[in-house]
């Protein structure tokens, strides 16, 4: 090993514990950006894998009933590949050890071959047999949570008779990777169960034989999603289509796909700040240590060693510190991705899910430790690349101090001799200062990040269960019914209260962009299913006009006082224009509402109704169950208790472990600039402290010189972190703003007062270890060197 | 310009007139700025250094010397004049051929020895070798300066006259062709300083590297074949021993 090569190893060893410091800081950010980006690395090399093998289809469309011959037609329509018709049908499933209804879904595949489209992974079990016709495929989602094995048995209601459906094997689409009930927030895999049964047995319970009133199909190369879609919807119309969407809006891969953009763009963003932070570290540190080694410089160069063989030098300091912290944040991404991927596994379901730390990512991971290596060393080498030689055998001329200006304001008979010199250090390197108020509010911004999501995802709850959807259960039909329906639910048992609640299946266009949606009509003057503003009031519908959700509207490119034009996709399929009223905030799906008198007479109906909203007495609910599970008319009951558990559940599971992390590292941070901050300042005053010590000063008093800067320091960075923390948390707001949800940015006082907390610890750690080497500080050997 | 390369031959070891010169400076002039201060460190010094010679600057601190010591070693430049190494013009140099001028051809020693203390004294010595193209070992460069048996001690492990040896050991290992020390003495006592002039003498007799040696200290002018005195930026006088004197016998 070169001797320039030692020098470097054994002065690293010297400064260790700063070097580890950094170190870490850098392997937390690197740990984070290989999280975050193998784990999307994965997912979507799997989906794409997924999709290929097991031919996901490209188009999606639902009908009432088409004749089998009209298959022949869409097959002609240009630019369609493959086409697959099937029988799709919800029903209401008698699962014996639990009262409330589940919601079940039927699929039809073919009783011999394999689906052509959207084939399924058989993971256990057998096909189907088929000259049985009660045997069934069920999902692997819905058979884990419900403890069901091949040779099981569900009993269904399949169009009003109750059927046995024999379990022969366990499958998975991959139309379902994310497998959600419509209408709900997160998968809730025990209430929603898949089962494909085989396509004439089917067809014969739903009166289907001869037709189909779903579609699948896949595009040839170069062909014009748009136009396949449209020429689709004019051949279904006849047959009650309800409007074709692309793969990019199917429900599963909707998810999905948010999911995926959410974590690459988290990957990006927290780990440049952590990034950003040991750059200014490596860059304090090394401004120091040049200023230690000046008179080391000036021997290196009068040996004749170049300047750029000297700024390397130097530069290797930061190197050899991010290529540690790179390494160690490598082993530890890796790690943490694999346990990611774990935790995706029982929210996306695939057949095959293998966690890959690609060397892609890997080398992006080193090289940005690298590049924020040399930014920070960057000004610091420079400079040592720029002493002369000769200048640079002199020791350091004195710093120049003045009066700070708080002694300048007069204000002096205030200030003790010891805190005038804490303040004119300050003032003397108002840059440094300023830097390690950044670092420090930094770390306290990280926390911010780290912690505010719980505080976003309570506000979520809150809004979304207890100020809008306030309704404990939400019955759906299968066909619209008459207002006497509503009159027929209030009657059941332990109803104290119920709402109408219109669904209506559109399409909005305005220009060339376009949206299926279903437009919820509601009463005005609600109590249970509200609309509120961004002040959480409850707000009027219009008597005209639509109400949207103002991510729907940024997807249509429209403003209130636009109009669109609406596409009714259901009954005798009206086609309006209507204008948008007004906009709301709303951080789940997209939605958009209509007064329910108006939605009726564009309609052309009475008070027909999709569904109801219903406030239940709890101790009847059991009763009620049982009862709706067996009205044939009933499609659907979701509950919000299920809904919030299932919520919480996959919130604790997902957030439990991030924010841990997150506080971690942000704790690796604050204890990291003020820690280098302390050593540094402690490094550079040895020498007067010494004196002082001499001089006679206590222990005490000379650690309040040092320290009081650290303090005064810490103090002024904590609000700034505070601020700089609430415009962080809103870039990763904006990062997760999918069209599937968005988080409210809101960070409590809990989360700033713990931030700023904790941030003070680990000062008042940093401060303690620095203490104790002034504690041991010898006098002699200090006053001796030259300074 | 292009530097000269190493003297070929330096047999002579005597000093004569005849001999080839290595260093010539005119009018070499050096003003700093020390905060609002203009410091007239040099005012026009014409100066003529000889192979295999040994020079002595004498002069008080604040003379200018050891501004003369860094131009002539290319660690600093003139503000006005010309310096001269083998015909070759330092004063038209860039950093780079400076930085290879040293490198090749200077062996420095300081006052504060300037040894980087994580590097044990082979190691010191090492970092020359390893650049230099024609370098002894680090052992026998220590050897030259009796070191040997303390080689792999870091300097915080040595005495001050031990590293300044080592210091001289890591100047004279790339065998330079000149050899420039400032106040190598200045740090040390009486019978340490000896020890380190005797090396630098030794150096100098045996290898016949042209040495200045830079000091406030008069005694040790009688050990030098020459003797510039400076003062106040300028050459106070200039002198010529008929017999040198050996560091052992200098009256300090």
Known sequence: MRAIHRKLLRDLWQIKGQGLAISLVIAAGVTMFIMYLSTFESLRRTQGAYYERYRFADVFVSLKRAPLWIEGRIEEIPGVAVVDTRVVANVTLDVEDLDEPVLGRLLSIPERDTATLNDLALLRGRYIEPARSDEVLVSEGFALARGLEPGDSVSAILNGRHRELKIVGIALSPEYVYNIRPGEIVPDEGRFGLFWMGREALATAFDMEGGFNDVALTLRQGAVEADVIAQLDRLLEPYGGLGAIPRALQLSHWYLDAELAGLQGVGMIIPIVFLAVAAFLLNVVLTRIIAVQREQIAALKALGYSSREVGFHYTQWSLVIALIGGAVGTVGGGWMGSGMISLYNQYFRFPFLEYQLSADVALGAVAISFVAAILGAFGAVRRAVRLPPAEAMHAEPPASYRPSLIERLGWTRWLSQPARMVLRNLQRRPGRALASVIGIAFAAAML???????????????????????????????????????????????????????????????????????????????????????????????????????????????????????????????????????????????????????????????????????????????????????????????????????????????????????????????????????????????????????????????????????????????????????????LVVAAYDTEVYRFPLVVSARTYGFSALTVLLAAVFSGLVVRRRLDHLDLVEVLKTRE | MSLPMKSSDSSSRSVAEASELVFSARGLTKIYRMGEVEVHALRGIDLDLRESEFTVFLGPSGSGKSTLLNILGGLDIPTAGRVFYRGGELTAADDRELTQYRRDHVGFVFQFYNLIPSLTARENVALVTEIAPDPLTPEEALGLVELTDRLDHFPSQLSGGEQQRVAIARAIAKQPDVLLCDEPTGALDLTTGVVVLEAIERVNRELGTTTAVITHNAAISEMADRVISLGDGKIVSESRNSQKIGPRDLHW
């Open chain 1, 448 to 730: 911010i990040v780290g912690l505010f999501f719980v505080d976003a995802v309570d506000e979520l709850m809150f809004v979304q269960f207890n100020v809008t959807q306030r309704q404990d259960v939400t019955v759906t039909f299968v066909e619209p019914a008459s207002s006497s329906a509503l009159h027929e639910i209030q009657r059941f048992p332990g109803v104290v209260y119920s709402e109408a609640m219109r669904s209506v299946p559109v399409r909005l266009r305005h220009g060339h962009r376009s949206r299926q949606v279903a437009i919820t009509g509601l009463p005005n003057g609600a109590e249970l299913n509200r609309i509120v503003n961004t002040s959480l009031d409850a707000i009027e519908l219009p008597p005209e006009g639509l109400v949207m959700s103002a991510k729907l509207a940024e997807l249509l490119a429209v403003e209130p006082g636009d109009s669109v034009l609406l596409e009714v996709l259901e009954g005798r399929r009206p086609t309006r224009r209507v204008h948008v009223s007004d906009l709301v905030e709303e951080y789940m799906g997209m939605s958009v509402y209509m007064e329910a008198g108006a939605l009726h007479r564009l309609m052309r109906e009475g008070n027909n109704l999709s569904g109801a909203f219903l406030q239940v007495d709890s101790a009847y609910v059991d009763e009620l169950y049982r009862r709706l599970k067996a009205v044939p008319a009933v499609a659907g009951v979701a509950l919000k208790s299920a809904a919030i558990d299932s919520f919480r559940k996959t919130m604790d599971e997902s957030m439990g472990l991030m924010i841990f992390f997150n506080v971690l590292f942000a704790g690796i941070i604050a204890f990291g600039v003020v820690y280098n901050a302390a050593r540094i300042s402690l490094s550079e005053r040895s020498h007067e402290l010494a004196s002082l010590r001499v001089i006679g000063l206590t222990r005490a008093e000379i650690s309040f010189i040092l320290l009081g800067e650290l303090a005064v320091v810490t103090l002024v960075a904590v609000p700034v972190g505070l601020v700089l923390g609430y415009g962080l948390a809103g």
